[in-house]
């Protein structure tokens, strides 16, 4: 069974602030991805990864950058936290099979709030 | 561009009436098309996908091309399946994931 885990469940900073949101999964899956969810927004790509040290810009990078050292480990930093990013952040992964949509699983979440 | 619409933020039901959540997608190619659902206080997880064609927990989704929809549907809804749901397009060309904005099902007893 696939796990993923993410460092906090819940995290409160300060404006400024640089903050790490680690994500790690269990099952050897090559992509990794950064959401954050906002109601009524649904998902937003933040950045996804297919590979160790490679990144890829998702739909709304401004504000964040991303760490891929270990295969395993994805880690969403924010440089110095706004309070418009306050949020839920979804971490996910999947397996990487030529010509196959493959299933995302997701980790928890960490509900970030800036204040 | 490519696009995922989920016209309901909110779907209310009674139980045991039928439900079908929609989803409208634009995409250029041959579209790959999945539904999440997300109960409370649980992680975001698949529901099913078109390629595979299933039925499960009694819901199915048909892809219509012509109308370019992919809506989740149950004939008889339970309270268990009060959750928000999200349709998702698959991006072959990039492996991403695009999402619509998600519809929350609620089936009063």
């Known amino acids: 069974d696939v796990k993923v885990t993410q460092s906090s469940r819940y995290l409160v900073k300060r404006t400024g602030e640089k903050v790490f949101l680690e994500c790690v999964q269990d099952?050897?899956?090559?992509?990794m991805f950064w959401y954050r969810q906002d109601p009524g927004l649904g998902l937003r790509l933040i950045y996804f990864?297919?590979?160790?040290?490679?990144?890829e810009k998702g739909d709304i990078p401004e504000g964040y950058s991303v760490s891929r050292e270990k295969k395993e480990r994805f880690s969403l930093i924010l440089e110095s936290a706004s309070t418009n990013q306050t949020s839920m952040y979804l971490c996910?992964?999947?397996?990487?099979?030529?010509?196959?949509?493959?299933?995302?699983?997701f980790g928890p979440g960490t509900r970030l709030t800036v204040l | 561009a490519q696009r995922v619409t989920q016209p309901e933020k909110l779907l209310s039901v009674f139980k045991g009436a039928p439900v079908e959540l929609k989803c409208n997608y634009s995409?250029?190619?041959?579209?790959?098309l999945f539904w999440y659902v997300q109960y409370s206080r649980q992680r975001l997880q698949l529901l099913l996908r078109?390629?595979s064609r299933e039925s499960i927990k009694g819901f199915t989704a048909d892809l219509n091309k012509g109308e370019t929809s992919f809506h989740l549907k149950k004939p008889f809804a339970q309270e268990e399946d009060s959750a928000m749901y999200y349709c998702?397009?698959?991006?072959?060309?990039?492996?991403?994931?695009?999402f619509g904005t998600g519809t929350r099902l609620q089936v009063f007893p």
């Open positions: 996910a992964s999947s397996l990487e099979l030529a010509g196959i949509y493959n299933e995302q699983f």
């Open positions: 099952m050897d899956h090559e992509n």
């Open positions: 990864s297919y590979d160790v040290k490679m990144k």
């Open positions: 995409y250029s190619g041959s579209p790959e």
């Open positions: 078109h390629i």
């Open positions: 998702a397009l698959g991006s072959y060309n990039t492996d991403k994931l695009i």
